[in-house]
C-alpha cells in the first residue's frame, strides 16, 4: 500500500492557476473514477474539496475543478486567493476496498 | 448540523492499548460507512480503518492489521477503534471520517483525538 504520488509543492501568484498532480496505479487512481481531494489549513481537519475525480461539494467554489487521465488524477485552482493557501491531498479507492492517500502538496499564494 | 467529536485519546506506553471512541450527531451513522483516518506530527494523512454501515465490510491498513480493531454501534451513534500493541509509529492525531452517500470521499471530519506512544 504505497502512498499516491504529489508533488511536496507548488505555488502561484493571485489571480492565476495551479494545477496539482496525483499519480497512483491501476489498482487505484486508474481503475476507479473514485479519486478525491482534500484541503487542510494549519490546525484544521481536512476539507473535501473535489470527489468521484471531478465532483464539487456543495458550498465549494468553482475555481476548484478536478480531472484524471490514466493513472493520474489532477486538481486545478483557477484565480488563485490568497485563502486557498494549504495542505492539498488527494485519495483513492483501491482494489483491495481499501483507502489510500497522496503525501501532499503544500500550496503557496505568492 | 453534522458533527463528529474523537475521544479517547492521551500518552500510553509501546505494547500498551487504547480505545478511541467518535460520537456522531447530526445524522444517522447508520446509514454510512465510516473511517479513521490519522496524520503524525507534521506528516500528511495516513487511512487507517473502515467499517461498511453494517459492519458487513472493515479493511485495514497493512501498517494496523491484526493490531487495531474498528468497530461500530449504530444504536448509540458511535465508531470505535481499539487499539492493541501499540507502537511510536502509531503516534498520531486520529480522525474519525464520514464517507459521502454512496460514494468514497469522506464529507464530514471530527477535529481529532492525540495518541502518543511513548515510554
Known amino acids: 500500500q504505497s502512498a499516491l504520488t504529489q508533488p511536496a509543492s507548488v505555488s502561484g501568484s493571485p489571480g492565476q492557476s495551479i494545477t496539482i498532480s496525483c499519480t497512483g496505479t491501476?489498482?487505484?487512481?486508474?481503475?476507479?473514477?473514485?479519486v478525491s481531494w482534500y484541503q487542510q489549513h494549519p490546525g484544521e481537519a481536512p476539507k473535501l474539496m473535489i470527489h468521484?475525480?471531478?465532483s464539487r461539494p456543495s458550498g465549494v467554489s468553482n475555481r476548484f475543478s478536478g480531472s484524471k487521465s490514466g493513472n493520474t488524477a489532477s486538481l486545478t485552482i483557477s484565480g488563485l486567493q490568497a485563502e486557498d493557501e494549504a495542505d492539498y491531498y488527494c485519495?483513492?479507492?483501491?482494489?483491495?476496498?481499501?483507502?489510500?492517500f497522496g503525501g501532499g502538496t503544500k500550496l503557496t499564494v505568492l | 448540523e453534522v458533527q463528529l467529536v474523537e475521544s479517547g485519546g492521551g500518552l500510553v506506553q509501546p505494547g500498551r492499548s487504547l480505545r478511541l471512541s467518535c460520537a456522531a450527531s447530526?445524522?444517522?451513522?447508520?446509514?454510512?460507512?465510516m473511517h479513521w483516518v490519522r496524520q503524525a506530527p507534521g506528516k500528511g494523512l495516513e487511512w487507517v480503518s473502515g467499517?461498511?454501515?453494517?459492519?458487513?465490510?472493515?479493511v485495514y491498513a497493512d501498517s494496523v492489521k491484526g493490531r487495531f480493531t474498528i468497530s461500530r454501534d449504530n444504536a448509540k451513534n458511535s465508531l470505535y477503534l481499539q487499539m492493541n500493541s501499540l507502537r511510536a509509529e502509531d503516534t498520531a492525531l486520529y480522525y474519525c471520517?464520514?464517507?459521502?452517500?454512496?460514494?468514497?470521499?469522506?464529507?464530514?471530519w471530527g477535529q481529532g483525538t492525540l495518541v502518543t506512544v511513548s515510554s
Open positions: 485519495s483513492s479507492y483501491t482494489s483491495s476496498s481499501t483507502r489510500l
Open positions: 468521484d475525480v471531478s
Open positions: 471520517a464520514k464517507v459521502v452517500r454512496g460514494g468514497y470521499a469522506f464529507d464530514y
Open positions: 467499517i461498511s454501515w453494517n459492519s458487513g465490510v472493515i
Open positions: 447530526g445524522f444517522t451513522i447508520g446509514d454510512y460507512a
Open positions: 491501476s489498482s487505484d487512481v486508474g481503475g476507479y473514477n473514485y
